[in-house]
């Protein structure tokens, strides 16, 4: 009876150990279900456990994991659509350039045109006009006074400069002894160009648009009004473009509704234009221009001299 007391004791010590080497092998897993009897995991990472202690999703043989992550780099690369190259289209850039803003106020007193010639600096009296010329170099404008008051400069370039000369003028005039006010400040006329990167056939548009005013007789451009924003355009074969508007803003509102209208009456681009069209995109691209075409044509007009001539004969 002892014995197989013993004989048991030995096998259910056997049973524990091999339990115990399980359990070191395997760990304790988490019940599906409830919290009772979890054991947390903690400062345990697949690196720091042997192989055979690694869930099968997660163990891999040395040099899979670089394997999988080129078929994972292939796949992304295989199902991103290629890249399809578009050509530059040349958008065509036209600069505007503003000439002349007039601009208009009041000092709100009498001026006497008399003394501002006498005592002032580079002005000129002009009698049989009733008025005043006074000039100044920065900005480079001109001013026309009349005794009422009123003041109108010309010759800046920009609507802020336009204010700056005003402004100054109406120093000057104080300066010069006269209780001077500036008020009623507004710019009343913008003259400005531009170029179209082609050349226009002023017939044709004339003839479709009605707005279209060309008397070749009287002037070699078309005449073009717009109402909104009111500008008048003055439209020459060359591509060339005038407006005259009420501010620089629709200057260039006027510059963007006639482009299309004109665009469609385009002419053909002349060897010449080519050429300077390939200069630019060379130049956009960083790279030298290439070198213009052969001339097939083998034959060259020579001009020759009189000692050539005697040569001949």
């Known amino acids: 009876m002892q014995i197989k007391f013993f004989l048991?004791?030995?096998q259910v010590l056997c049973a524990v150990l091999v339990m115990a080497t399980l359990i070191q092998e395997n760990g304790i897993k988490e019940l599906s279900k409830g919290t009772h009897g979890v054991v947390p995991n903690r400062g345990i990472s697949s690196h720091s456990v042997t192989n055979h202690m690694v869930p099968d999703h997660e163990y891999c043989e040395a040099g899979s994991t670089s394997t999988s992550q080129m078929q994972c780099t292939e796949t992304n690369e295989a199902m991103a659509p290629p890249t399809a190259i578009e050509e530059e289209e040349d958008t065509p850039e036209i600069d505007i350039m503003i000439n002349n803003v007039v601009c208009s106020f009041s000092v709100k007193c009498h001026l006497n045109l008399r003394q501002i010639a006498l005592n002032g600096v580079n002005v000129?009296?002009?009698?049989?006009n009733g008025m005043v010329t006074m000039k100044l170099r920065r900005p480079y404008t001109t001013a026309s006074i009349w005794s009422s008051g009123r003041v109108t400069c010309t010759g800046a370039t920009?609507?802020?400069?336009?204010k700056v000369a005003a402004r100054r003028y109406a120093r000057a005039l104080q300066k010069l002894g006269f209780q001077v006010r500036f008020r009623n400040f507004r710019v009343v006329n913008v003259l400005g160009t531009c170029r179209m990167p082609f050349g226009i056939r002023i017939i044709s548009f004339s003839k479709k648009y009605k707005e279209a005013d060309y008397e070749p007789e009287l002037h070699p451009g078309v005449t073009y009004k717009l109402y909104n924003p009111k500008a008048t355009l003055k439209i020459f074969s060359t591509g060339g473009v005038t407006i005259t508007a009420r501010s620089v803003s629709d200057v260039q509102s006027a510059v963007e509704r006639i482009f299309p209208l004109v665009y469609e009456f385009r002419k053909p681009l002349t060897p010449a234009d080519e050429e300077l069209l390939r200069q630019k995109r060379a130049a956009r691209a960083g790279v030298p221009a290439p070198a213009p075409p052969p001339d097939d044509d083998p034959m060259h007009l020579v001009t020759l001299?009189?000692?050539d001539n005697d040569a001949w004969e």
């Open 8 to 10: 048991c004791g030995k």
């Open 305 to 307: 001299s009189d000692d």
């Open 158 to 162: 920009s609507e802020d400069q336009a």
């Open 124 to 128: 000129e009296f002009r009698r049989e």
